[in-house]
């Protein structure tokens, strides 16, 4: 049972009496709550209304598109005004149905909400190329009509995107949208809850936040109401001041987590509840069936099904004509490692893979063949006695990892990922799973040829901690955020950063 006998110590400039209670003012029936309820935050516009006025104003933009470029082809409205209207119709409404019934974006990222809707729409622009098709005896749709529309469309979408984003977050940082929100429970984590919600955020806008007793002291903004009850709580949401309610209360304490539950049943507004520990709280769960119980999805494979079969199929072609292509080369830089430093060729090394399976990694050798490092227990440094001539030539300009396509072929790797690491790379003297903590996630996915970390810059020795922390966080998002078009993207971005970037030697 909750306490409700101690003190509230709040700071300064909140609108809660920090005197304590008399015996006679302490209400632990909840049909009895009576609440000094101090001005009431004004309620904003709702998120769920936000979301389908802009998607309303998308369909109505993307309509104006379509009819724009129908308008360019005047013969055929004329000829095919029943073909217009239908194949108009049929686009917009595959297209809104898509994004009715598709799940929302994991991210808050625009990219990553973009490649979404553009994805919707691709799909929509194949499903009335099919229908023109299977109908040409009944709708005569211009494939000009089509192909101008589909990247009329792309751009409206961006364009709506872009303006309802700065529109957003305009209204939200003057209070007019967002549901308010109330956090119940104030353990030690809630300022640090409390400062990812405000810079993270525009769904909500935080109300209140609720100690189980009057004895808590918390450092908000004097706009955020420090209170104390789950009485008051749920008479507050009886009067329709709070829209939703977040738990912040400790998992360990089971009894405590129920009774608060079974409490919020009676009224009519969203629950939520925050994992144990943030660092469980990640943007990629979700809640999944698994028989009759709901469960939360703390992680899933990035690449399933179809998506999963695409990246392979792009691995194994573009792996395949690139040692075609490169052959030549390879073999004009194998002759000149072996010219000048006869012996193998090919420098195998054990790897970190998927899973945390070790794998040999082919690259060209580089060094004398007796001061190779199987370990990577010392860093290469410019000018590194142990490296060739022709090493230092193929290292910098990173055709040393060419027999890495092998590899890709072997199915040990791809051709985006994680790069792979040695066991015994080090940040700083520090073994890098010393360093983060969370290093095993990145063997999720098979390591790559490239990697988002890779296009940001973040390539070469890691003579500070820092950088293993920037190049895991690269590739966790990499994971979180994977799809073929991202590694599309990363493809083109790396040939064009291996002429800017020149920090291996």
């Known amino acids: 049972m909750l306490r409700s006998t101690m003190h509230l110590r709040l700071k300064p400039g909140n609108d809660v009496d920090s005197a304590p209670l008399r015996p006679d003012e302490i209400i632990d029936d909840p049909s009895k709550a009576s609440v000094s309820v101090p001005p009431v935050r004004r309620k904003g516009l709702s998120f769920h209304i936000a979301r389908d006025t802009r998607r309303a104003c998308e369909f109505v933009a993307l309509a104006a598109a379509l009819m724009l470029s129908a308008s360019l082809f005047p013969k055929w409205i004329i000829n095919e005004p029943v073909s217009v209207f239908w194949g108009t119709l049929i686009w917009l409404t595959t297209y809104a149905g898509l994004c009715a019934i598709g799940p929302d974006s994991a991210f808050d990222c625009r990219t990553d909400r973009l490649a979404q809707k553009i994805g919707y729409w691709l799909k929509a622009t194949g499903a009335i190329i ?24 792309g751009v409206v979408i961006y364009g709506v995107m872009v303006v309802s984003d700065q529109l957003s977050e305009s209204l939200h940082r003057s209070g007019t949208l967002g549901d308010r929100l109330a956090i119940y429970g104030t353990d030690g984590r809630v300022e640090h809850l409390l400062n990812i919600l405000q810079n993270n955020d525009r769904r909500f806008q935080i109300d209140s936040i609720y100690g189980e007793t009057r004895d808590v002291a918390v450092a908000a903004p004097d706009r955020i109401k420090l209170r104390w009850g789950l009485d008051d709580l749920i008479a507050r949401a009886r009067a329709g001041h709070i829209d939703a309610i977040l738990l912040n209360l400790p998992w360990h304490e089971q009894g405590v987590v129920e009774h608060v539950m079974r409490r919020l049943e009676e009224v ?7 994992p144990s520990e943030l660092q469980l709280a990640r943007r990629t769960m979700s809640i999944q069936r698994c028989g009759p119980f709901a469960t939360i999805a703390l992680y899933q494979r990035p690449m399933q099904g179809i998506g999963a079969l695409m990246k392979i199929a792009l ?69 590194d006695a142990r490296v060739t001539r022709v090493g230092a030539f193929i290292r910098k300009t990173s055709l040393d990892e060419l027999p890495q396509l092998i590899n890709i072929l072997r199915g040990d790797m791809s051709l985006v990922g994680p790069r792979p690491h040695a066991y015994g790379a080090k940040a700083a003297d520090r073994l890098y799973e010393e360093v983060v903590a969370r290093y095993p996630a990145r063997h999720r996915v098979l ?39 991202l590694d599309l993207v990363i493809i083109v971005r790396t040939a064009i950063t291996l002429f800017f970037h020149r920090e291996a030697y």
Do not use: C
């Open 268 to 274: 009519n507004v969203d629950v939520m509840i925050v």
């Open 130 to 153: 099919v229908l023109a098709f299977l109908s040409k005896d009944h709708l005569e749709l211009s494939r000009l009509w089509i192909a101008t529309g589909v990247m009329l469309g």
């Open 447 to 485: 390591p790559g040829l490239t990697g988002l970390a890779q296009v940001r810059g973040f390539r070469g020795n890691t003579l500070r901690e820092e950088d293993i922390i920037r190049r895991f966080d690269s590739d966790l998002e990499y994971i979180e955020r994977w799809s073929i078009s």
């Open 315 to 383: 691995d194994r072609s573009v792996a395949a004509l690139a040692l075609l292509f490169f052959g030549p080369l390879m073999l004009f830089v194998a002759a000149a490692i072996w010219i000048e430093s006869p012996g193998p060729v090919l420098f195998r090394q054990k790897r970190r893979g998927m899973n945390n399976e070790p794998f040999t990694m082919l690259k060209f050798r580089s060094m004398h063949i007796a001061a190779t490092d199987q370990n990577a227990d010392k860093l290469v440094t410019r000018g």
